[in-house]
């Protein structure tokens, strides 16, 4: 059985950086091979929110508009791990952020387009 394992949120102050890793286990071959990833996030009291993915085959990354320019996405293939790199944050990146898996191709904004997702990281940006 596939499962995501999300580590790398914490506290930490506006304009600061965090790196989150979801790592992906029980897969029958290479995570690239056979899913595109994406990450999510939500914060207390709101609806969660896309925040971008990869597609499969590493085949090009997607963004949201609020996470261009300072957040990037990138898979190590050899360890079956997504990263989500966050730099200058701020206050209102406070959520919870998820890693999900789908066996499409590309990247999905909709949520329920993917079966697998991980348990969430805490991302808790102070001002």
């Known amino acids: 059985q596939v499962q995501l394992v999300e580590s790398g949120g914490g506290l930490v102050q506006t304009g600061d950086s965090l790196r989150l890793s979801c790592v992906v286990s029980?897969?029958?071959?290479?995570?690239?091979?056979?899913?595109?990833m994406g990450w999510f996030r939500q914060a207390p009291g709101k609806e969660q929110e896309f925040v971008g993915g990869i597609n499969r085959s590493g085949g090009g990354t997607v963004l949201t508009d609020f996470a261009k320019g300072r957040f990037t996405i990138s898979l190590d293939k050899d360890k079956n791990t997504v990263y989500l790199q966050m730099n200058n944050l701020k206050p209102e990146d406070t959520a919870t952020y998820y890693c999900?898996?789908?066996?499409?191709?590309?990247?999905?904004?909709?949520?329920?387009?993917?079966?697998?997702w991980g348990q969430g990281t805490q991302v808790t940006v102070s001002s």
């Open positions: 999900a898996a789908r066996l499409g191709g590309l990247v999905l904004s909709d949520a329920s387009g993917y079966r697998t």
């Open positions: 029980g897969a029958s071959r290479r995570i690239d091979h056979i899913y595109s």
